[in-house]
């Protein structure tokens, strides 16, 4: 059975910064691609970020230059850095498990919320 575990999510003022850590555990070895999506109210989820167990890495235009996706394969971690947040980031973001083609397994999700 896999399991991601997210955390780090909150509440934050434009142009602050968060850190979003989602960690797997169970069978996962044949999955290589891990990663983040995010779903705001009356919108579809959206893909922010992934990055491959090579370390390709592939963003959101959306976020391009503002967020750093990476991993620690030895923790089966991977991190979302977000700087320079905007409103219009505030979503719900998931953790996501899978290759590059599909997503297998997801996160329970973490609010962030970016308000003045």
């Known amino acids: 059975q896999v399991q991601l575990v997210e955390s780090g999510g909150g509440l934050v003022q434009p142009g602050g910064s968060l850190r979003l850590t989602c960690t797997a555990s169970g069978s996962i070895y044949r999955l290589n691609a891990m990663g983040w999506y995010r779903q705001a109210p009356g919108n579809e989820r959206e893909l922010v970020a992934s990055i491959t167990n090579g370390g390709r890495t592939n963003y959101a235009d959306s976020v391009k230059g503002r967020f750093t996706i990476s991993r620690d394969d030895a923790k089966n971690t991977v991190y979302l850095q977000m700087n320079s947040l905007r409103p219009e980031d505030t979503a719900v973001y998931y953790c996501?498990?899978?290759?590059?083609?599909?997503?297998?397994?997801w996160g329970q999700g973490t609010q962030v919320t970016v308000s003045s």
């Open positions: 996501y498990l899978g290759t590059a083609a599909t997503v297998a397994y």
